[in-house]
C-alpha cells in the first residue's frame, strides 16, 4: 500500500473557500485502478494558517504514479493556482510506502 499526502498552509480568511473547492470539486479518484481511500483533513491553526492534509490510499507506488500522468489527474487539477493565493506557498507532498497495518478487528 502506497500513501500520497499533500500538505496545505491556508490562510485563515480563505478556510471557507478551500474547504468548498476541496469539497465540491470531481476527484475522478475512483476512476483509477489501485485508489483504495481518500480523506481532506483539517488540522490546527496558527496565527499565519491552518494546517490541512489531503490523504490517498494507493493498493501501490505504481498504482499513485498511474494516478499522476492520468488524463483524470489532468482533470482533476486543472484549476489549481488559477486563483489569488489562498495558502502560504506550494503544497508540500509526502508519499510513503507503508510497512504496516493494525486494523480493528471485524465485527459481527
Do not use: C
Not at 478551500?18 to 488540522?43: D, Q, V, Y
Amino acid at each position: 500500500m502506497f500513501v500520497a499526502a499533500n500538505r496545505f498552509r491556508v490562510i485563515p480568511a480563505h478556510a471557507a473557500e478551500f474547504e468548498r473547492a476541496w469539497l465540491t470539486r470531481e476527484s475522478h479518484l475512483h476512476e483509477l485502478p489501485g485508489f483504495l481511500e481518500f480523506h481532506l483533513l483539517k488540522g490546527p491553526q496558527q496565527d499565519d494558517h491552518i494546517l490541512y492534509s489531503s490523504l490517498t490510499l494507493w493498493a501501490s507506488r505504481d498504482a499513485f504514479e498511474a494516478w499522476t500522468r492520468s488524463e483524470q489527474f489532468r482533470r482533476a487539477h486543472a484549476g489549481a493556482g488559477s486563483t489569488k493565493p489562498i495558502t502560504l506557498g506550494p503544497p508540500q507532498f509526502e508519499g510513503f510506502d507503508v510497512l504496516q497495518t493494525i486494523a480493528a478487528p471485524a465485527k459481527g
